[in-house]
């Protein structure tokens, strides 16, 4: 069993940058970050392969990076120019060499007009 434990959410005025952390307790094959606002669907944000290939949603091109650390078993998501519409909380998704998916249990980004 893999534990994911995220880091970095907060609350930041549009603009700003934040920078969300998810550390994995074994090693992880695949990374993925997706959100979820209020009253919507959890949507894929970015993910990145164990060979660092990337792929983003088209709201966050250009603006957000994704990032791993294999020796740390750690994925980053740096976040610039926030846009209110960014609210979210962020979940941390991975799987495993094995093939089994995890998920972390959110953290909250909130960023004011």
């Known amino acids: 069993q893999v534990q994911l434990v995220e880091s970095g959410g907060g609350l930041v005025q549009a603009g700003a940058s934040l920078r969300l952390s998810c550390a994995a307790s074994?090693?992880?094959?695949?990374w993925a970050w997706y959100r979820q606002a209020p009253g919507k669907q959890r949507d894929l944000v970015a993910a990145i392969t164990i060979g660092g290939r990337t792929n983003y949603a088209d709201s966050v091109k250009g603006r957000f990076t994704i990032s791993r650390d294999n020796a740390k078993n750690t994925v980053y998501l740096q976040m610039n120019s926030l846009r209110p519409e960014d609210t979210a909380v962020y979940y941390c998704?991975?799987?495993?060499?094995?093939?089994?998916?995890?998920w972390g249990k959110g953290t909250l980004v909130t960023v004011s007009s």
């Open positions: 074994g090693s992880i094959f695949s």
């Open positions: 998704a991975a799987t495993s060499p094995g093939g089994i998916n995890y």
